[in-house]
């Protein structure tokens, strides 16, 4: 009876045993799948806090700049801004007739000597006349006064070659103007600014950071805008300058080689 009784307990710690490892690995699957569950929502989570801190983080600079224009006070920002707008405008369109206006004087000094010996005056005042640019302008110029001399030739040359000149460099003081007024704008924003704060701690009677870092931020920005509009417009106004000065030159250098043409021109009749 006692082996008996021994052998039913080993049969029952068997039975035990084994129904503890079924529950249990018929536990592990649920709770993979809680977890599972669990961590879903988690990873989507993440998901949205990514994409909304991209979002953020990735704002526009548009979105920036109008924020930046808003803080710094539409009134003075406003003025910055248009003051950038004309002086582009009008660097642009200096550029574009700089651009124009340049010429291959080589080529066009060639041909007015080809069109002189072959139909004479007439001929190359045809040339000048078809041909772009203030070269070729004052070319005509000097050609239809040939017939007084060379001296007159030379002198309208040289006085038409002013007149151009003063076409080439029409605008710049202008571009100039808004180089010096957006500065400007910006340090009367910075000083209105300053003001602000400074009205603001006699108000309070107390100096504090929140008082004075409104007015100081709005003339910090102002100043900001009027310097970057300085520098665009300098940019662009140093490249009409150099532009100019070489468009010039050219003219000069073939006004004299015009002067030579015409020298042996009158040798040869």
Not at 131 to 150: K, M, N
Not at 202 to 207: K, L
Request: proline share 2%; aromatic share 6%; hydrophobic share 50%.
């Amino acid at each position: 009876m006692k082996k008996l009784f021994a052998l039913i307990a080993v049969l029952g710690m068997l039975f035990i045993t084994t129904s503890n490892n079924v529950v249990a690995q018929s536990a592990t699957p649920a709770s993979t799948e809680v977890k599972a569950t669990s961590a879903a929502p988690a990873a989507v989570a993440d998901q949205e806090e990514k994409a909304a801190a991209q979002a953020e983080g990735g704002q526009s600079l548009h979105s920036a700049l109008k924020q930046k224009f808003i803080e710094g006070g539409p009134g003075f920002m406003a003025s910055i801004l248009v003051s950038l707008i004309l002086g582009l405008a009008l660097a642009i369109e200096r550029v574009v007739y700089l651009n124009l206006a340049t010429s291959n004087n080589k080529k066009l000094l060639e041909k007015i000597e080809e069109a002189l010996n072959a139909g004479g005056i007439e001929a190359a005042k045809e040339v000048c006349r078809t041909t772009r640019g203030p070269v070729a302008s004052i070319f005509y110029q000097g050609l239809d006064r040939s017939h007084e001399g060379l001296d007159v030739v030379e002198k309208t040359v040289v006085a038409y070659g002013g007149v151009q000149a003063g076409l080439l460099e029409k605008g710049l003081s202008w571009i100039a103007l808004f180089i010096a007024l957006g500065p400007m704008l910006g340090f009367l924003g910075t000083v209105i600014g300053m003001i602000a704060a400074f009205d603001a701690i006699e108000v309070a009677g107390d100096i504090s950071p929140t008082l004075v870092a409104g007015g100081i931020k709005v003339a910090l920005i102002t100043t900001v805008g009027g310097l970057i509009v300085a520098m665009i417009l300098q940019v662009f106004y140093n490249y009409c300058v150099s532009k100019i000065d070489s468009i010039v030159n050219s003219m000069e250098d073939a006004s004299i080689s015009l002067i030579d043409i015409l020298v042996k021109y009158n040798t040869k009749k």
